[in-house]
């Protein structure tokens, strides 16, 4: 899984994520490209392209429907099958859809926004650190643009890790 979260895990507002922070995003693009990313319905519905070029798109939906450059699955059962032996996987939200993979999930790559954000209506899931390991831990930044204060850190599942 990969996810942006404040102090709060908040994720999003209004059909939105609730920081762009530049280099953020391009860490997203560099862990992501080249793989198969899966997300909730509105979440591709808030991509400015409605999908992610050079990634294999996946959205989960109850409904029977067709997205452009965007495969429709209907279960976490069926995007496993559907996954070659290499095929890396990231779940890119929204909340629905962590909250489906959190326990299917080996790891989560995160940033961590040293920020309450007041407003918000979409929050990750809270997690059990006595299942997880942080792996890695990255150095407090500041973004100049935004001026929020940021980190990324790796979590991988202690069954991996021990």
Known sequence: MIVAVDKQLAIGNKGDQLAYISEDLKR???????????MGRKTQEALPKGYLPNRRNIVLSRSEIKIPNVEVMHSAAEVFASLGDEEELYVIGGAVVYKLFMGLADAIEWTLIDYSFGEYDVVFPE???REWEIVMDGEWKKDEKSGFTYKYQRLEKRSLVE
């Not at 997203?28 to 899966?38: C, R």
């Open 127 to 129: 997690i059990d650190m």
């Open 28 to 38: 997203f693009k560099a862990l992501t490209t080249g793989h198969t990313v899966v």
